[in-house]
Nanobody, 123 residues
Framework: QGQLVESGGGLVQAGDSLSLSCAISGRIFAVMGWFRQAPGKDREFVAAIRWSGGATTYTGSVKDRFIISRDDVRNTVSLQMNNLRPEDTAVYYC??????????????????WGQGTQVTVSS
């Protein structure tokens, strides 16, 4: 089993930056991901990182603005979000995947989820 706890959400203005953190306890996972869900929309993949080696992948709308990273010592995964836009407003979820290190973007293939943290970007 594992537990994921997100932190760092908040209300910011367009163009601002915000950093989210996900504290991992219980075990080490093969892949960590960030997803988001806006009201009335499906949960959407944002970014993922392979724990071993640090390979990453991003959805197109956040590429070059967001950076996913991991800290082996603190056992955390972070999402640095720069140049935020109103359309980035959503509840952001940290997720973990066991098994191999494939950088999966399908939420259904992730095994554990955090409770989510709200990010609101005003125009």
């Amino acid at each position: 089993q594992g537990q994921l706890v997100e932190s760092g959400g908040g209300l910011v203005q367009a163009g601002d930056s915000l950093s989210l953190s996900c504290a991992i306890s219980g075990r080490i996972f093969a892949v960590m991901g960030w997803f988001r869900q806006a009201p009335g929309k499906d949960r959407e993949f944002v970014a993922a990182i392979r724990w071993s080696g640090g390979a990453t992948t991003y959805t197109g709308s956040v590429k070059d603005r967001f950076i996913i990273s991991r800290d082996d010592v603190r056992n955390t995964v972070s999402l640095q979000m720069n140049n935020l836009r109103p359309e980035d407003t959503a509840v952001y979820y940290c997720a973990s995947k066991v098994g191999n290190g494939a950088l999966i973007t399908n939420a259904r293939q992730y095994d554990f989820w955090g409770q989510g943290t709200q990010v609101t970007v005003s125009s």
